[in-house]
């Protein structure tokens, strides 16, 4: 058997010295945004704000309703939802008042966090389709802007890591209307959903959710 030779040697030995100061990296797991907005069939949500409750009904073909209920509890309006994947979509909007017709979009409108990076920017174009007299069509366009991931306080207790959205509604067409040009800002938490919101005439936060059964409020 020949001898090792000498540089052989001298050549392992520098491996080894290098092994150890090598960082090992893990890869990031891919994370699950569909837990931002969990939507289970009974899940209830208080605020303070004009929106004092908020129950979730689940239906088939993963078809969600949203219910909004004032002090009295008085339902104030509906909202429609659909998830495909992990992404939460708006199909619609139903105010209980005669003032401010149904609308509808098609295609339906991304609700939910895609990513944590403050500044990621999501364009997304339908036709908002209203239940007036005339039963008007408009374009529109919708602005999702990731603006933050931090903590935010809330009656319910302190939420780490929260997602904060700012969604910008616009109209591509002249209208007097004032129903849909706005903008909003929806603080997302993981397995919780919304907790907080700064809406054009209105602004709450979180009292207490249940969710999947497990109660989240301040002891």
């Known amino acids: 058997m020949p001898p090792v030779r000498p540089f052989l040697i001298g050549f392992a030995v520098i491996l080894l010295i290098l092994s150890g100061c090598i960082k090992k990296v893990e890869r990031q ?3 699950n945004y569909g837990d931002f907005f969990p939507l289970n069939d009974g899940d209830r949500y208080f605020f303070t ?23 009295a509890g008085t339902i104030i309006k509906w909202q429609d939802f659909s998830r495909i994947g992990d992404i939460v979509y708006q ?14 979009f098609q295609p339906p409108l991304p609700f ?9 920017t999501l364009l997304a174009s339908a036709i908002e389709m209203r239940l007036d007299s005339v039963y008007s069509h408009r374009p529109i366009i919708v602005e999702c802007e990731i603006m933050a991931v931090e903590d935010v306080e809330t009656p319910a207790g302190v939420f780490a890591d929260c997602i904060k959205i700012k969604r910008l509604y616009r109209t ?15 603080w997302f938490a993981a397995h919780v959903g919304p907790v907080k919101y700064v809406l054009p005439n209105d602004s709450g936060a979180l009292i207490r959710a249940v969710i999947d059964d497990v109660d989240y409020r301040s002891q």
């Open 49 to 71: 704000g004009h929106f004092k409750r908020v129950t979730v009904t689940s239906h088939e073909n993963n078809l969600f309703t949203l219910t909004y209920f004032d002090t």
């Open 29 to 31: 797991t891919e994370m």
């Open 172 to 186: 591509l067409i002249n209208t007097a209307s004032a129903n849909f040009d706005q903008e909003s800002y929806w």
């Open 91 to 104: 199909k619609s909007a139903v105010a209980n008042s005669g003032n401010i017709p149904a609308r509808y």
């Open 112 to 120: 939910l966090p895609w990513s944590r990076i403050a500044g990621d």
